[in-house]
Antibody, heavy 119, light 107 residues
Framework: EVQLVESGGGLVQPGGSLRLSCAAS????????MNWVRQAPGKGLQWVSY????????YYADSVRGRFTISRDNAKNSLYLQMNSLRDEDTAVYYCARASGNYQEFDYWGQGTPVTVSS | DIQVTQSPSTLSASVGDRVTITCRAS??????LAWYQQKPGKAPKLLIYRASTLESGVPSRFSGSGSGTEFTLTISSLQPDDFATYYC?????????FGQGTKVEIK
């Protein structure tokens, strides 16, 4: 059974940093691209970042480029999101999501970890 | 960036109703479109990919159609478990973008 479990969320002050983790199991992690998607309170879904299985290719949304860094450790079956220079507008539930090997739809999602940026 | 626009934003319907949600892309995306269902406090769940392919385990009352810039999600007979928010997503190219969501409410 495919499982994705996020951790690392919490309350942080503006300008602070946080590192999110996503532990994967039930599939060959290194064979799949992975994503981070966020959802601000009462709002819709926003794609944040993408990383290919080899880590060779990464993408970011304009709103986080230069502040967030996506990475993965295939030996540990783990995905990470290092978030620096956090802003109020980064407050959201952050989900990790697997991209299918076919049409890049997000076929499995974690339960999400909440991040609150507030003074 | 490819913009994705869903309509309506809210839909009131009764059990047994046929429900249709529309998604429009700002440029042609072929059939690179997915639909998700999200319930309050839960992660989104994939329903349909490649515009019309039903994800394994999803009830057959859900169907998707369309190509290019216009797509629809149809629920043939709304069930109590279907009251939720639905999102479309273009999977054609980075940055991947979602529609703003359609909340299906009980009438």
């Amino acid at each position: 059974e495919v499982q994705l479990v996020e951790s690392g969320g919490g309350l942080v002050q503006p300008g602070g940093s946080l590192r999110l983790s996503c532990a994967a199991s039930g599939f060959t992690f290194s064979s799949y691209s992975m994503n981070w998607v966020r959802q601000a309170p009462g709002k819709g879904l926003q794609w944040v970042s993408y990383i290919i299985g080899s880590s060779f290719t990464v993408y970011y949304a304009d709103s986080v480029r230069g502040r967030f860094t996506i990475s993965r450790d295939n030996a540990k079956n783990s995905l990470y999101l290092q978030m620096n220079s956090l802003r109020d507008e980064d407050t959201a539930v952050y989900y990790c999501a697997r991209a299918s090997g076919n049409y890049q739809e997000f076929d499995y999602w974690g339960q999400g970890t909440p991040v609150t940026v507030s003074s | 960036d490819i913009q994705v626009t869903q309509s309506p934003s809210t839909l009131s319907a009764s059990v047994g109703d046929r429900v249709t949600i529309t998604c429009r892309a700002s440029q042609s995306i072929g059939t690179w479109l997915a639909w998700y269902q999200q319930k309050p406090g839960k992660a989104p769940k994939l329903l349909i990919y490649r515009a019309s392919t039903l994800e394994s385990g999803v009830p057959s009352r859900f169907s998707g159609s369309g190509s290019g810039t216009e797509f629809t999600l149809t629920i043939s007979s709304l069930q109590p478990d279907d009251f939720a928010t639905y999102y479309c997503q273009q999977c054609r190219t980075y940055p991947w973008t979602f529609g703003q969501g359609t909340k299906v409410e009980i009438k």
